[in-house]
């Protein structure tokens, strides 16, 4: 596996990963959202307006997106935040999802390394990310959908590319 930037070529291969996580993961009116999110993203990598506070990660397994996953720093905020991370259902539980985390959380340091690290996750996979060292500060019910509640939380832990 590798991971690398993404590239538009990369956007049918990021929708079939989301695809795979619905509905458990993420509910069916958020994947227009999402392919909304990702043709935004082509336009500016396009032109060229993507900078080390905004990026996009793919997890790259025989020549598939096996995940991905970005973050958006906002330094007046001191504030990351973690941006559309998931990883193809077949793939859960394979170390990929956290490959990732590591990848996005070690980018975030080096542009921003005081920055507090936030995300927002559902009740299926608030857990992971506890496991990470992520703490969670809100619950909304049914935010994504009826039974898909939103997680929100924030980092806390030590450098969890150290443990």
Request: glycine letters at 6%; a negative charge; hydrophobic letters at 40%.
């Amino acid at each position: 596996m590798i991971i690398r930037v993404y590239r538009p070529s990369d956007k049918q291969g990021c929708i079939d990963a989301f695809k795979s996580n619905m509905p458990r993961f993420f509910a069916a009116a958020e994947l227009p959202d999402y392919e909304d999110w990702l043709d935004e993203l082509e336009a500016h990598v396009t032109a060229g307006e993507i900078s080390e506070l905004e990026q996009y990660f793919v997890a790259i397994q025989d020549n598939n997106v096996i995940g991905c996953g970005g973050y958006a720093v906002d330094r007046h905020k001191q504030e990351a935040t973690m941006a559309w991370g998931l990883v193809t259902n077949s793939m859960h539980r394979q170390g990929v999802g956290k490959a990732l985390f590591l990848h996005r959380f070690a980018a975030i340091r080096k542009v921003c390394p005081e920055c507090r690290i936030v995300l927002d996750t559902t009740q299926h996979s608030y857990s992971f990310f506890e496991k990470l060292g992520f703490v969670v500060i809100n619950i909304t019910r049914g935010f994504y959908d009826d039974g898909l509640d939103r997680y929100d939380m924030m980092w806390k832990a030590a450098d969890p590319s150290n443990e």
